[in-house]
């Protein structure tokens, strides 16, 4: 089974779809995804970039996933954890960013990943409330 998960600027919120069911848009919930691909589609970033059409072009897949509720200080702990980094991707901020890339490492292009967790929470001060963390392998 696939799954995939991107922000939704629209609803300001995560959309998740699972294999064949319907696209769900979730708040206040956690998504970990495993054995991931980080996806940019180049000629729909172009198309934003050049344009400035919105639509979704960037994509997490993976082979499976758990959802789950989250509070505040859940949706937080990524953030402040060095087991997780954060990644994103912005045309608008990086328009010569065709790629996800990691947030606190330069911008460091980021294709895969073992786990990818993404968080959404109307804490969040970005417009889709949803922030995406790379597992990188350390505890504490």
């Known amino acids: 089974m696939t799954v995939k998960a991107w922000g939704n600027l629209n609803k300001g919120c995560l959309s998740f779809k699972s294999g064949s069911d319907p696209v769900q848009h979730l708040i206040a919930s956690a998504v970990t995804l495993f054995d991931c691909e980080l996806r940019v589609q180049p000629a729909g970033h172009n198309r934003i970039v050049e344009r400035g059409q919105r639509e979704v072009v960037a994509r997490i897949h993976g082979a499976s996933a758990t959802v789950r509720p989250v509070s505040e200080d859940e949706a937080w702990q990524c953030e402040r954890s060095s087991a997780w ?49 790379v597992w990188v392998g350390t505890t504490s």
């Open 85 to 133: 980094a954060r990644v994103s991707y912005n045309p608008k901020e990086r328009p010569s960013q065709d790629y996800f890339g990691m947030v606190d490492h330069n911008h460091d292009r980021v294709t895969t990943a073992r786990q990818v967790r993404v968080i959404t929470h109307p804490s969040f001060p970005d417009k889709t409330r949803t922030r995406a963390y």
